[in-house]
């Protein structure tokens, strides 16, 4: 065993130790009791089991000092020695644990430490809290199991509303099956081991467990129980919650967030032709009203309007529907260039942003201002900074993961007022609820941009093709 030794040593690392050191006998449970003392039950296969049972000692007696230890079990004789030698260890490991507490304590609270305080927000930063500094990620069995992660399940499902789970994650030396002990809200679905807020069960293949893997699930469960108070309020975000940048998500979360909120008014969505029943159903789930474009010569995928009410979907649908049956490529008529307009006005754009996105329109999107072609984007980012004094990140729209922004169109400038007003709300509105997902992008947005004439950003841009580099700082 390594990582539970040292100065970050807390209160259960000597029993921690000692459990995870057990080689062929597992831990299968360990339990608070009505007298403050604490059971542990151990299993050694081949039908050998134990039972020690721990209460404090009078001072000064006791094989141990300051514990008793009292034992039933059934044990071959092959198996003795080996058993003698875990409940040698286990009482000194109490022993210890009780000596370093105040005096009078419990052997649970002197094992455990104290439960938590003060409000909890439940996620991987709360689990790993109570369960640090003895169980953090690199402690490691004698037979090889060690915790590899503490996480938020990967990739939560945001359309599902998923309400927040976390894994901590299990690996095994010579590649056996990983598994993973999935704590989350209580609730009465099969579970291994239940605290006042939480539900513990297994999750993953997890084929060739062996003893040491038993004795961490029990050691997270007894951390988690006698830390978990049951007066502390928990709160129980979604899943969102632990959405980082890098995550897969099931849709554009920087136009959902700010739309439930009511920051934008509408929503114009494109989504694989295969999703689009399941977003029509929960967007109206959710009390919103949806409509697919009916004649798309425009995209790959289908488009997708959203908005509060049927009227306003209504009115997105009829203003973009010429626009989406143009042929690409077509020239744009100044009927499709005023539709373009009522379109960005439809979605809530500023109108001063509108304007410098349909004169690139009428002039052909593609045409640069001081002649020649280039992407549509490098266009409207060339335009934009020609008219910028201060590059402000919020306004940034030219990171390589190009949904990572907070303004949905192209600002007219990265200093204009209307369109920073416009990214505060948005980022206020993913702040609440996907606070992780607010920082990174935050910090994203603030730095060093470089799209190509070809629109190729950051590391795809190629040797030898003009570029504009743009600095964005303040955020
Ligand atoms: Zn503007």
Redesign the pocket.
């Known amino acids: 065993m390594t990582g539970s030794s040292g100065e970050d040593e807390g209160p259960a690392g000597p029993l921690v130790a000692a459990l995870l050191g057990l080689g062929a006998f597992a831990c299968e449970r360990i339990e608070p009791r009505g007298d403050g003392g604490v059971s542990l039950q151990l299993r050694g296969g081949q039908g050998d089991w134990i039972e020690i049972t721990a209460s404090r000692a009078a001072a000064g007696r006791g094989h141990f000092g300051r514990c008793a230890l009292s034992l039933r079990g059934q044990v071959s004789t092959a198996r003795r020695a080996e058993s003698a030698l875990a409940v040698e260890r286990i009482g000194r490991a109490i022993d210890a644990c009780l000596g370093r507490a105040p005096a009078g304590c419990s052997i649970v609270r002197a094992l455990a430490g104290p439960p938590r305080e003060g409000a909890v927000v439940f996620g991987s930063e709360a689990v790993r809290a109570m369960l640090s500094p003895e169980l953090g990620p690199g402690v490691r069995t004698t037979d090889g199991h060690w915790i590899t992660a503490i996480e938020a399940e990967p990739n939560p499902r945001v359309m599902g509303d998923a309400p927040l789970r976390v894994s901590v994650q299990i690996g095994r030396e010579g590649g056996g099956a990983p598994f993973a002990i999935v704590v989350e809200k209580r609730d009465e679905r099969p579970a291994y081991a239940r605290t006042a807020h939480l539900s513990m069960s297994h999750h993953g293949t997890g084929t060739g467990r062996t003893s040491g893997a038993h004795t961490l699930c029990a050691l997270v469960a007894f951390l988690l129980g006698s830390r978990d108070n049951p007066d502390v309020a928990m709160t129980f975000p979604g899943a969102l919650a632990e959405v980082g940048l890098g995550a897969t998500l099931d849709v554009d979360v920087f136009e959902w967030i700010p739309f439930a909120a009511g920051v934008k008014p509408a929503l114009r969505h494109e989504v694989p032709y295969a999703r689009v029943e399941e977003l029509v159903q929960w967007v109206e789930r959710r009390g919103f009203v949806a409509a697919v474009a009916e004649e798309n010569r425009r995209t790959p995928d289908a488009v997708v309007y959203v908005a509060r009410t049927p009227e306003g979907v209504r009115a997105l649908a009829e203003a973009d529907a010429p626009i989406v049956q143009a042929l690409p490529g077509s020239i744009p008529t100044p009927q499709l260039v005023r539709l373009q307009g009522r379109v960005g006005e439809l979605l809530g754009y500023?109108a001063?942003?509108v304007e410098?996105f349909t004169a690139r329109v009428a002039r052909e999107v593609h045409r640069r201002i001081g002649g020649g072609e280039a992407h549509e984007h490098f266009v409207a980012a060339e335009e934009a900074a020609s008219r910028t004094s201060v590059f402000h990140g919020r306004l940034n729209d030219l990171l390589p993961q190009r949904a990572a922004r907070l303004v949905s169109f192209f600002?007219?400038?990265y200093d204009?007022p209307?369109?920073l007003g416009w990214a505060d709300g948005v980022f206020a509105a993913i702040e609440a609820q996907a606070p992780r997902l607010a920082r990174e992008l935050g910090a994203a947005l603030v730095g060093r941009m470089v799209i190509g004439v070809d629109g190729a950003r950051g590391d795809a841009v190629r040797a030898g093709v003009e570029t504009l580099a743009l600095c964005f700082d303040p955020f």
């Open positions: 500023p001063c942003c410098a600002p007219c400038r204009c209307a369109a």
